[in-house]
Structures are given as C-alpha cells and as structure tokens.
C-alpha cells in the first residue's frame, strides 16, 4: 500500500503545484474582488464534478465491476461503458449550457447583476469540459485494476496546464473566455492522454456500443455514491452562496482557504485509490479490516502533522504563499479552522471506501447524508454569527458526525483505534492554534516551530501506528 501510494502522490504533485499556480495567478492578476468571484462561481459545477472524479467517485462503482471480469469480458465491458459515460458528459454539458443563468444566480445570489451574466456566459464555454473529465474517469480504471497509478495521477498535471500557460502569458489581460477555453482544453488534454491505453485494448471511435445491462448494474452502484458527492457539492454550494453574501472577495477567500486545506489531500486522495484497489481484491474479511486499519493509519499520519503545521503557521503561509494584499485579512484564520477538516474527514473517506469494497454503497451514502444534514443546518446558522470561521465549524460538525455514524454501522469500535485517534487529534490541534497560531508577528519563528511540530508529530505517530506493518500477515 505504502509503494503505491507514493508514487501516486509524486504523480499527482506536479497537478497539485500547477493547480496552485492557477489560483494564484488568478488572484494576482484580477485582485480578490468581483471579477475572480464572478470566475469562481462559473467554475464551481465543472470543477465539482472534476473533483469528484479525481477522489474516485466513478471508479469507487466501477472498479470492483471491472475486477469482476476477466479477459474479453473486460475488454468489452470497457467499450461500451466509454460509449455510456461519453454521452452522460455530452449530455451533462447541454445542462450546464442551457441552464447556466439559473444556476449562476442560485451559486453566487450575492453577486451584482453584471457579474451574474459574465458567470454565465463563462459557464457556458466551460460546461464543455464535463465529457473529457468523465472519460478520463472510466479509461483509469483499468490502470488502477493493474495497479498502475501513475498514468492516470497525471491528469490533474493536464488539466491545468493550458490554464496556468494562458494566465503567465496573458496576464491581466487575459479574457474571461480565453481561460474558460483553456480548461476545456485541459479536459481533452487529460482523456487523450490515456488514449492510447485504451486503444491497445481495442477502442475504436467509430464503434459506438452501448450495454444495457452493464450500464445499468453501473449506475446502480453509482446513485448512492452521488447521493453522497451530490451532498457533499451541496455544502460547497452553500459555503459559495454564504460567500457571496458575506461581501465582495469572500467567494475567493473561501475557495483559496479550501485549495490550500487540500494540499495534504493529494497523498490522501492517492491512498483512497490504492486502498480501493486492494480491498477489491481481497474476498477475505480478516484481511479487508487488516487493509483498513493501515489505511486509517496512514491517513493520520498523512494528515495529523500536516494540520498542525497548517494552524500554527497558517499567517506565515498566507504571507508566503500569496499575495501581499491577503495577508491581513480573514484567510489566516480560516485556514486553520478549515485544517482540523481534513484529518476527521480522511477517515470517513477510509470507512466509506471498506464498504464501497464489499458492494455496500448504501451504508456510508446514509451516514455521509446525515453528517451533511448537520453542515447544512449549521451553514445556515452559524456565518450569521461567526462570519467565515462559522463555514469552517459547521463542516467539522459535519465530518464528526458522519465518522461517528460510520463506525457504528460497521461495528468498528473494537476493530480500529479510532476513538484514541480522534482524542489525541484534538488535543494536538488544539494545542497547535493556542502555542503557535498567535507568533504571526514573527513569522520566521512561528514556521520554524511549526514545522518543527508537524515533524515531531509525524515521528510519534509511525512509532505508534507503523502503517507499514501487516497485523493479518504477521497473525499468519
């Protein structure tokens, strides 16, 4: 699990960085105002289903479908499923291009009317992208069958770099939709990319095939995982809408606090795959429990000293990373809020992902549907007190809530450390924002001692969980 992992998580580097080159090319060339929020409110549905693709929503259905068969069922049941989902995107980007004013208006209702329009007509050109980031989807399948990772980590690498070429040589010129037009490009990038793989396993583009049976036994596994992705973009849709009705720039603060919380996620994007993979291809429940305490294992370590490191030098960080004029704002403190998320949330992504191995869709959809029942209440509530902080504590609310569930419903309270997990999480990231997070007034200090933290962290935690070692091979 470790090998892979890695060298996934390298793949996926390259996209990670371009990503953020995007993102910060576009708050330095059009400022944190109404121009970059009306862009942000275009891209929200594209790049959620993007995302959704890329942290396995498709393959968490289709893989196990795929591992199934063998031989020539494989081979065939690829061809017509890439029929199947190549006409869903098609279909998903007339959606997008006919409803594009309804659906600006309902993500950013804060935005002036000028800005609405321009949304709309940016989401209109980028709504073309949907086929090209749902095939690239499908074709990774059968690499991660195979174990072959790396191929497919580089899609986000292609999906961005159009975007990022455009922003360095256009600069604050570049139109609205020149960039628009670079994303589309970079979804054809990413799924001609895999092309060849696909070809060898003989795809042809003039052979349409569509089973009816296949397809159907696809999506089946598939409504329950996007019930849950559904909730899951509907929270980020309200922390959009709140955003808009927080002031101007507060769409952007939002979006750059959640890009710079998911910098740890790669790995851990990464590791949900290659843990997929293995729990798929393991009938034996001994072995599938042994696969998913290393997965929990690994998920802190990836995540726990990353957090603490994110709170206790969340100003310096800003004042690194960005630009100048989001130094003194709400971002740093956002930021840390945000990264006690990602270390409760990487759990339930390893929880979800032992039920998706055993064809328990259902199961984490519900509890991942009442966590997110609770964001949104507390969504709704809590920015009218709290202003942005309160967007950042109703997701933690969320992810606790669906952890809980998740545990329960696979009777796991005996069989994973998770209750001393979250514990002693708490502690260190309480620990982190009271000693570090207020030495912002001198930044090199405050991420020296961050750092040093998070290292420290990290070393107490592989002597404690030592993902790497095998309880069912040992036991044997």
């Not at 992992?5 to 090319?25: C, D, K």
């Not at 290393?294 to 990353?306: E, F, K, V």
């Not at 007190?385 to 967007?391: A, D, F, K, Q, T």
């Not at 998740?406 to 002693?424: D, N």
Request: proline content about 5%; overall charge positive; charged content about 10%.
């Amino acid at each position: 699990m470790f090998g892979p992992t890695v060298l996934l998580t390298l793949a996926t580097l390259a996209g990670l960085a371009a990503g953020f080159a995007r993102e910060w090319l576009l708050v330095a060339d059009w400022g944190s105002g109404a121009r970059s929020d009306a862009f942000l409110v275009a891209m929200f549905l594209p790049e959620a289903v993007r995302m959704a693709m890329a942290s396995g929503l498709l393959g968490a259905a289709a893989l196990p479908l795929y591992q199934q068969r063998d031989g020539e069922q494989r081979r065939s049941w690829l061809l017509g499923q890439t029929s199947n989902i190549g006409l869903l995107g098609i279909a998903l980007a007339v959606l997008l291009l006919l409803a594009a004013p309804l659906l600006t208006r309902l993500i950013g209702p804060g935005l002036a009317p000028a800005s609405q329009q321009q949304a709309a007509a940016t989401l209109r050109l980028l709504a073309w992208s949907l086929p090209g980031i749902c095939l690239q989807s499908l074709w990774s399948v059968p690499l991660q069958a195979e174990a072959r990772f790396v191929r497919a980590g580089l899609g986000s690498l292609l999906y961005n770099l159009p975007a990022v070429l455009v922003l360095l040589l256009r600069g604050h010129d570049v139109r609205e939709s020149e960039l628009a037009a670079a994303f589309v490009g970079g979804s054809v990038l990413m799924s001609a990319w895999l092309l060849p793989g696909l070809w060898h396993r003989g795809w042809r583009p003039w052979r349409l095939r569509i089973d009816g049976t296949a397809s159907a036994e696809l999506y089946r596994r598939l409504l329950p995982l996007l019930a849950s992705s559904g909730a899951s973009q509907g929270l980020a849709l309200l922390e959009r809408m709140c955003g808009s009705l927080l002031g101007e720039g507060a769409v952007t603060v939002i979006n750059l606090a959640r890009k710079l919380v998911n910098l740890p996620l790669i790995a851990l994007m990464s590791l949900n795959q290659v843990l997929l993979s293995l729990l798929g291809g393991s009938s034996e429940l001994a072995r599938r429990l042994d696969l998913l305490r290393r997965g929990l294992a690994m998920s802190t370590l990836l995540t726990l000293p990353a957090a603490v490191v994110l709170i206790g030098a969340a100003p310096t960080l800003v004042a690194l990373l960005l630009p100048a004029s989001l130094t003194h704002g709400p971002l740093p403190g956002l930021l840390a809020w945000f990264a006690g998320v990602i270390v409760f949330g990487s759990w339930n992504a390893m929880l979800a992902r032992y039920g998706y191995a055993a064809g328990d869709t259902r199961t984490p959809t519900r509890c991942e549907l009442a966590g997110s029942a609770l964001n949104a209440l507390a969504l709704l509530t809590l920015p009218r007190w709290l202003s942005l902080p309160g967007i950042a504590l109703a997701a933690l609310a969320g992810v606790l809530l669906t952890g809980a569930l998740l545990v329960r419903a696979f009777r796991l309270f005996g069989g994973v450390r998770l209750p001393q997990q979250w514990l002693g999480s708490a502690l260190l990231l309480l620990g982190s924002a009271l000693v570090l997070y207020p030495l912002g007034r001198n930044p090199w200090l405050q991420g020296g001692l961050a750092l040093l933290a998070g290292l420290l962290v990290f070393a107490a935690l592989a002597l404690w969980l030592r993902p790497w070692r095998s309880t069912h091979d040992a036991a044997q």
